[in-house]
């Protein structure tokens, strides 16, 4: 990946056959603009410009994510313990959150999203969750339990979660911290780069 310099900010651009729609990537030292085969350079730059206090602020906290990710300790849980963890966290939350639909929870390798909930009643964790603390995993599994009472982050959702974690912001930059850490972040962006 080339990189330039626009105004400060660091900018490199990344094309891929398979992308149809231009894509901004914020990352600590600058940013990553994804874009279709035939789209020619500028259209980065462009898009840069027009988004750019939004990059800024989004890096600012990156930045704080990067401070904090250097004091972290990293549990150290087999793929097997962190399966068993979050079904049992599961379980607690589907007692404790009223409307809420008994889940399953399976483990496995994610690209860029610490879990997901399919309305088949399945919980899907990334598999390196298993290097985060407890109170981080109940963080997960609760906000993907109160996806049973409402698929969207709207105003129920938010209610719900908000209800068990009311650190919501702390556990969110926390969580951000890890994932500079373990390399989620740019989990995505690497693959690009070597297609
Ligand atoms: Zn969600």
């Not at 889940?103 to 496995?108: G, K, S, T």
Request: proline fraction near 4%.
């Amino acid at each position: 990946m080339d990189a330039e310099v626009s105004d400060g900010l660091k900018v490199r651009v990344v094309r891929s056959g398979r992308r149809k729609r231009a894509k901004i990537v914020v990352v600590p030292d600058g940013v990553v603009v994804l874009l279709p085969m035939r789209v020619g350079e500028e259209v980065a730059y462009e898009l840069v410009e027009r988004f750019r206090a939004w990059i800024e602020r989004w890096r600012s906290v990156l930045v704080e994510a990067v401070e904090i990710s250097k004091t972290l300790r990293p549990a150290s849980r087999t793929v097997e313990e962190l399966k068993e963890l979050a079904s049992k966290i599961a379980d607690e939350a589907v007692k404790k959150i009223p409307g809420a639909r008994p889940c399953r929870v399976i483990v496995r390798k994610m690209r860029s999203s610490w879990g997901s909930y399919s309305s088949k009643g399945v919980i899907t964790v990334n598999k390196l969750a298993r290097f985060l603390p407890d109170n981080l995993i109940s963080f997960i599994v609760y906000h993907e339990v109160c996806h049973t009472v409402s698929r969207r982050h709207d105003r129920r959702f938010r209610e719900c979660l908000q209800e068990y974690f009311p650190n919501k912001e702390e556990l969110e930059k926390e969580l951000l911290a890890y994932e500079v850490r373990l390399g989620l972040i740019t989990a995505g962006l690497d693959e690009l780069s070597h297609s």
